[in-house]
Each structure stands twice: as structure tokens, then as C-alpha cells.
């Protein structure tokens, strides 16, 4: 496995609040938070990753095609 890493410092008198929203965005694009470390009592490192080896699944575009033909429209 290849794993990309990143780190986010955040600031505790902000609260918790940005925190969140700031992983969640970062989750969305594939990176997951494995470790956090408190600096000075004021500061939060958080260290994230994100697999790089990971690819996207093939789509058969004629398998896709026929789909479409016969399916009525929904999801299932």
C-alpha cells in the first residue's frame, strides 16, 4: 500500500466546531485522521492519510449501455 499524508493544525479557542467541518471536508476527498497531538494546550495537530494506490473501478461502457436499455429508470 501507498499512502499519502498531510497534517492540519487547528486552534482550541475556536472550537470544535471548525474542527469537524475541516475533517469532514478532508474526508470527503479520501483523507482519514490517525492521529492528533496537543501542542502547548492551545494547539491540535491532527496527522491525516489518504491511500494513493487505490483505483477507481472499470466501467464496462457497453455493460452500462445495455443496463440502461432494459431497466425502467431506477435504481435498485
Same mark, same amino acid.
Given at each position: 500500500?501507498? *499512502? =499519502? ?8 479557542a !475556536? &472550537? ?6 475541516t475533517l469532514?471536508t478532508? &474526508?470527503?476527498d &479520501? *483523507? ?16 491525516? !492519510? /489518504? /491511500? ?10 457497453? =455493460? =452500462? !449501455?445495455?443496463?440502461k436499455?432494459?431497466?425502467? &429508470?431506477?435504481?435498485?
Amino acid at each position: 500500500m501507498k *499512502w =499519502e499524508n498531510t497534517y492540519l493544525v487547528f486552534e482550541v479557542a !475556536k &472550537g470544535p466546531k471548525v474542527i469537524i467541518e475541516t475533517l469532514d471536508t478532508y &474526508g470527503e476527498d &479520501g *483523507w482519514e485522521c490517525c492521529s492528533q497531538l496537543i501542542v502547548a494546550g492551545s494547539q491540535i495537530v491532527c496527522f491525516l !492519510k /489518504r /491511500r494513493t494506490d487505490v483505483d477507481e473501478p472499470k466501467v464496462n461502457k457497453e =455493460e =452500462e !449501455k445495455i443496463s440502461k436499455l432494459w431497466s425502467n &429508470g431506477t435504481k435498485e
